[in-house]
């Protein structure tokens, strides 16, 4: 009976050992998949900061030199996003460039698309510039519906907008970015549907508005993964 139960024991502390061992390992195991993951973030969020701060180079260098010309452009720091009033393109209700509206892409135009296409980190990983048209809520007259007055609203805001692509192509750039433009430029109009808020209320004047965005090629987590699984398995 003594050696039966000496032989039980024996068992019972050889299982206690293998389990032991074998949340250890499992431990050991998830300590370095969690450094890996904190690794690879990190990794991540740098390459979402370069590409931020790609942005931050082209809207501070536009604000220099649009500054230098005396130029009036609302341009954001973090995207890069430049707004244009509507009264300094078109008259009112209208979609046909005014004289001064000419004269500021004249002098606006070749400033931007140098700014862009000047800075090989930014243009090599441009896929748009988007141009895009906004108006405000205002009704137009006679038309009641609510979908007919966003309509009205959504064509007024597209020919703006290709209003100022198509003058782009007229202004004194560096036309050796010409071929670059045509495979870039695009046209929104969003109608009135993303209008500028003050004090909560629609501010009629701001919400009239031309918008030029940059459209930069984004890294997603899954595209970073797989970066990083390439230069591993290259080790």
Do not use: C
Not at 14 to 31: K, R
Not at 89 to 102: M, T
């Amino acid at each position: 009976m003594i050696r039966g139960r000496v032989i039980t024991q024996r068992s019972e502390g050889e299982e206690n050992v293998f389990w032991t061992t074998m949340s250890d390992l499992l431990l050991g195991l998830a300590i370095i998949f969690i450094v890996l993951f904190v690794l690879a973030m990190t990794g991540f969020s740098q390459m979402k900061a370069e590409e931020q701060n790609l942005k931050n180079e082209v809207a501070k260098e536009l604000q220099e030199n649009l500054k230098k010309q005396n130029i009036n452009a609302q341009i954001d720091e973090l995207t890069g996003d430049v707004k244009l009033s509507d009264l300094q393109l078109f008259e009112l209700g209208s979609y046909e460039l005014s004289n001064a509206g000419r004269q500021f892409l004249d002098k606006f135009v070749p400033i931007y698309i140098n700014a862009v296409f000047d800075n090989p980190k930014i243009a090599d990983r441009l896929e748009g510039i988007v141009i895009q048209g906004h108006t405000d809520s205002q009704s137009f007259a006679g038309v009641s519906s609510k979908d007919e007055q966003f309509i009205r609203n959504m064509e007024l805001s597209t020919q703006r907008a290709n209003e100022v692509a198509k003058y782009i192509f007229f202004t004194p750039y560096n036309k050796n970015y010409s071929s670059k433009l045509y495979k870039l430029l695009m046209v929104e109009g969003k109608s009135y549907s993303q209008p500028v808020l003050v004090n909560g209320k629609e501010d009629y004047a701001k919400s009239r508005r031309v918008e030029l965005k940059l459209v930069v090629k984004s890294t997603n987590i899954d595209e970073f993964l797989q970066i990083v699984k390439k230069e591993a398995q290259k080790k």
